[in-house]
T-cell receptor, first 112, second 111 residues
Framework: GESVGLHLPTLSVQEGDNSIINCAYS??????FIWYKQESGKGPQFIID?????DKRQGQRVTVLLNKTVKHLSLQIAATQPGDSAVYFC???????????FGTGTRLTVIP | GAGVSQSPSNKVTEKGKDVELRCDPI?????LYWYRQSLGQGLEFLIY????????KSGLPSDRFSAERTGGSVSTLTIQRTQQEDSAVYLC?????????FGSGTRLTVV
């Protein structure tokens, strides 16, 4: 899961395996969530989003799961590839709020 | 343009100088955000613009920071009397309502 601090949580997976990145969010009133991927020297890249009226959403090779009971969000990446190596952030937006709150991210390293 | 454009991509400035960072959002996106990302940290919200409404400045860390958005499009973030702790990557994002698109950021280094 994500935590606030200087040391990023890390996840190392073998190429071809599935990856699961977890995020615990803080605001039970948050109604919109996004996963971003950030490669070195680049801005965050949108991966997938989900609204609070859903508990699962699928994209291409990615699935986001939302468990509002325990305030937990996860990103599943199928058949992980070396190009998936990056830092992944989850972000939440409170109902009626203007901005996204981000955690410090999880660094995913794919081993060829 | 096709994406959010920020300039300059890198800026080195001396402590005490003023700097201006520019953001060109995606055409038609009514919302524009500025975030700051320090080394190894997540993104810290700074300011939000929505159409012609008064901006949400609740994230600005001090009165040395200000931003404006002209004509509902281009935005400029100004940092006066820069300090070393201002060194970070400054990211701009725009959004139609859902799905925020970020630029590549401006890396600011205060020496």
């Amino acid at each position: 899961g994500e935590s606030v601090g200087l040391h990023l949580p890390t996840l190392s997976v073998q190429e071809g395996d599935n990856s699961i990145i977890n995020c615990a969010y803080s605001n039970s009133a948050s109604d919109y969530f996004i996963w971003y991927k950030q490669e070195s020297g680049k801005g965050p890249q949108f991966i997938i989003d989900i609204r609070s009226n859903m508990d699962k959403r699928q994209g291409q090779r990615v699935t986001v799961l939302l468990n509002k009971t325990v305030k937990h969000l996860s990103l599943q990446i199928a058949a992980t590839q070396p190009g998936d190596s990056a830092v992944y952030f989850c972000a939440e937006r409170g109902a009626g709020a203007n901005n996204l709150f981000f955690g410090t991210g999880t660094r995913l390293t794919v081993i060829p | 343009g096709a994406g959010v454009s920020q300039s300059p991509s890198n800026k080195v400035t001396e402590k005490g100088k003023d700097v201006e960072l520019r953001c060109d959002p995606i055409s038609g996106h009514t919302a524009l955000y500025w975030y700051r990302q320090s080394l190894g940290q997540g993104l810290e919200f700074l300011i939000y613009f929505q159409g012609n409404s008064a901006p949400d400045k609740s994230g600005l860390p001090s009165d040395r920071f200000s931003a404006e958005r002209t004509g509902g499009s281009v935005s400029t973030l100004t940092i006066q009397r820069t300090q070393q702790e201002d060194s970070a990557v400054y990211l701009c994002a725009s959004s139609p309502s859902y799905g925020y698109t970020f630029g590549s950021g401006t890396r600011l280094t205060v020496v």
